[in-house]
């Protein structure tokens, strides 16, 4: 197919090489031009506007920071929905509040195209493989429209109803474990004075009953860290976590749930940021905690 992709971040770039591995044409477009230039290399054109982008291809994909951005990309002049893009499929797969995708598709369908959204679950190694968790909210048509593409990114693609579903998903699955790395940080922080070494420590908390599979994964990078070493790439970095936990109390609060779990962890992760944590990976959360004030 001749796809389009706008927001080339960490995410974005991975799911970009994933298309061009599978034998798509791919049209790409970023803010920072510079992003576009490592998939231009291998592969893909590079469009001077995201109205170009979306003149270009069959069905569009956007991954993007915020609602702002959102609304920069495909409003105005210049943005996707600025020329005739009647037919075509729009999907965004980006983490923000309900409300965002709901007015957005609203927008992409009164031009005469399909939207739908699919905010993800998964990493950038994952992205690369297609092995990433797609929440999809659409109409049913337009839903079974996206499938063969987000079937090629995604391991398991979950349907959960109209537009705006997804994203509330999207927000309750990421909930879970932003809370549990500062619970690995307290529980860390309780037991910093019994000598454990690090891949002690990792390799007993990584086979209790309160485990995820984050922190499993992880474990080698947290190793590294408490060990003072380079904990390698960062996949998902602790500013990152802060804007999702915030849209997260936004979320709750428009639906007049109280989160104070999620409250109480993003003030913690404010304060790692303050104190130059905030573009190191998720998983650094811990080690932070476990440091704090020792």
């Given at each position: 197919?001749?796809?389009?992709?706008?927001?080339?971040?960490?995410?974005?770039?991975?799911?970009?090489?994933?298309?061009?591995?599978?034998?798509?044409?791919?049209?790409?477009?970023?803010?920072?031009?510079?992003?576009?230039?490592?998939?231009?290399?291998?592969?893909?054109?590079?469009?001077?506007?995201?109205?170009?982008?979306?003149?270009?291809?069959?069905?569009?994909?956007?991954?993007?920071?915020?609602?702002?951005?959102?609304?920069?990309?495909?409003?105005?002049?210049?943005?996707?929905?600025?020329?005739?893009?009647?037919?075509?499929?729009?999907?965004?797969?980006?983490?923000?509040?309900?409300?965002?995708?709901?007015?957005?598709?609203?927008?992409?369908?009164?031009?005469?195209?399909?939207?739908?959204?699919?905010?993800?679950?998964?990493?950038?190694?994952?992205?690369?493989?297609?092995?990433?968790?797609?929440?999809?909210?659409?109409?049913?048509?337009?839903?079974?429209?996206?499938?063969?593409?987000?079937?090629?990114?995604?391991?398991?693609?979950?349907?959960?109803?109209?537009?705006?579903?997804?994203?509330?998903?999207?927000?309750?699955?990421?909930?879970?474990?932003?809370?549990?790395?500062?619970?690995?940080?307290?529980?860390?922080?309780?037991?910093?004075?019994?000598?454990?070494?690090?891949?002690?420590?990792?390799?007993?908390?990584?086979?209790?009953?309160?485990?995820?599979?984050?922190?499993?994964?992880?474990?080698?990078?947290?190793?590294?860290?408490?060990?003072?070493?380079?904990?390698?790439?960062?996949?998902?970095?602790?500013?990152?976590?802060?804007?999702?936990?915030?849209?997260?109390?936004?979320?709750?609060k428009a639906r007049g749930v109280e989160l104070p779990l999620v409250e109480r962890?993003?003030?913690?992760?404010?304060?790692?940021?303050?104190?130059?944590?905030?573009?190191?990976?998720?998983?650094?959360?811990?080690?932070?905690?476990?440091?704090?004030?020792?």
């Amino acid at each position: 197919m001749q796809i389009g992709l706008a927001g080339l971040g960490k995410m974005g770039a991975a799911i970009g090489t994933r298309l061009l591995n599978v034998g798509h044409a791919l049209t790409v477009w970023n803010r920072s031009a510079a992003k576009a230039k490592p998939l231009a290399e291998v592969g893909a054109t590079v469009a001077a506007s995201p109205t170009e982008l979306a003149q270009r291809a069959e069905l569009v994909i956007t991954i993007l920071t915020d609602a702002a951005a959102i609304d920069a990309v495909y409003g105005g002049p210049s943005g996707l929905l600025g020329g005739d893009i009647k037919g075509k499929l729009f999907i965004d797969m980006s983490t923000v509040q309900p409300a965002t995708p709901i007015a957005l598709a609203e927008k992409v369908r009164s031009r005469g195209a399909a939207f739908v959204e699919c905010p993800v679950g998964g990493t950038i190694g994952p992205a690369r493989e297609g092995k990433l968790l797609g929440l999809m909210g659409a109409e049913p048509a337009d839903a079974e429209r996206a499938k063969p593409i987000l079937q090629q990114l995604c391991r398991r693609i979950e349907y959960c109803g109209p537009v705006g579903a997804a994203a509330t998903m999207k927000l309750a699955i990421n909930l879970p474990l932003m809370v549990s790395w500062q619970a690995f940080g307290e529980a860390f922080a309780l037991c910093r004075d019994l000598g454990f070494k690090p891949q002690q420590l990792l390799d007993l908390f990584t086979d209790i009953s309160g485990t995820s599979n984050a922190l499993k994964a992880r474990a080698p990078m947290i190793v590294a860290m408490l060990e003072g070493r380079h904990e390698g790439p960062t996949t998902f970095d602790i500013d990152s976590a802060r804007k999702d936990l915030q849209t997260m109390l936004a979320a709750g609060k428009a639906r007049g749930v109280e989160l104070p779990l999620v409250e109480r962890t993003l003030d913690c992760f404010d304060e790692a940021s303050r104190n130059g944590w905030g573009l190191r990976d998720g998983s650094a959360v811990p080690v932070y905690w476990s440091k704090r004030g020792g």
